[in-house]
Nanobody, 117 residues
């Protein structure tokens, strides 16, 4: 039950870039996994990128090579650098994180990303 606060969403033209960030609202010991999801209108929520404590990353094929996930372990924050954005990337983006000894993961409120000319 920790609040994750997201920022960085907005309107951008195709080919543009945005950087999303996510941070807990309070003091947290640590996250062993952090991830970004997105959900477009009429579609299921999908995993976009994730990073583990060991630094292993995983990307969806649709964003691989264009998006980069990173985290600051000391601050328990993470970001998603999105380059060469396409209209198909339009969606609400959510951050997600897992803490030790917690059965349920934490979610952000979501931030809207719109790619349109």
């Amino acid at each position: 039950q920790v609040q994750l606060v997201e920022s960085g969403g907005g309107l951008v033209q195709p080919g543009g870039s945005l950087r999303l960030s996510c941070a807990p609202s309070g003091n947290i010991d640590s996250f062993y996994r952090m991830a970004w999801y997105r959900q477009a209108p009429g579609k299921q929520r999908e995993l976009i990128a994730e990073v583990t404590t060991g630094g292993v990353t995983n990307y969806a094929d649709s964003v691989k090579g264009r998006f980069t996930i990173s985290r600051d372990k000391a601050k328990n924050t993470m970001s998603l650098q999105m380059n060469d954005l396409k209209p198909e990337d339009t969606a609400v983006y959510y951050c997600n994180a897992n803490r030790p000894y917690r059965a349920k993961s934490d979610w952000g409120q979501g931030t809207q990303v719109t790619v349109s000319s």
